[in-house]
């Protein structure tokens, strides 16, 4: 049975999207990734979804969510905090989950010019891709 593992991030546009789908693509026949935001945006991040897809992972059909999706609904092993607002806001709610922190940049708050922001996105993604490998080889 695979394990859930939430990640959670302030507006779930962007970096939590990112990992969830990342893990799905290392891992996903050992964990099923979801993720949540504390104050969820009204959509992802196009620039996120471009950089994602470039990468063979289509986050279009996704939708931001807030916490209460999950509240009661999912038992979590791993909830990794993506952000360092959602982790001050993000009281110890998920029982006996382990929670890990992880601080990354929001793309959604990158500024410039359209390609400026689409390459701090990939960055981000490679980062948090990084993170995510790194963190899988630790708990094999």
């Not at 979801?34 to 991040?45: C, K, L, Q, V, Y």
């Not at 950089?51 to 986050?59: F, N, P, R």
């Not at 916490?67 to 998920?94: M, N, R, W």
Request: hydrophobic share 40%.
């Amino acid at each position: 049975m695979n394990r859930n593992i939430l990640f959670l991030c302030t507006g779930n546009s962007a970096r939590s999207q990112m990992a969830a789908g990342l893990l799905e693509k290392h891992a996903g026949h050992m964990f099923n990734a979801f993720s949540a935001g504390t104050r969820p945006n009204d959509e992802i991040f196009p620039p996120v979804v471009h950089v994602m897809k470039e990468i063979g992972i289509d986050l279009s059909s996704q939708k931001p969510k807030g916490l209460k999706t999950y509240l009661g609904q999912k038992h979590f092993e791993y909830v990794i905090i993506v952000c360092s607002e959602a982790d001050k806001e993000c009281p110890a709610i998920f029982g006996h989950a382990r929670r890990i922190f992880w601080r990354f940049d929001d793309p959604a708050a990158a500024a410039g010019s359209e390609a400026e922001i689409v390459s701090v996105c990939r960055s981000i993604r490679d980062q948090i891709d990084a993170k995510i490998t790194d963190w899988l080889n630790e708990i094999s």
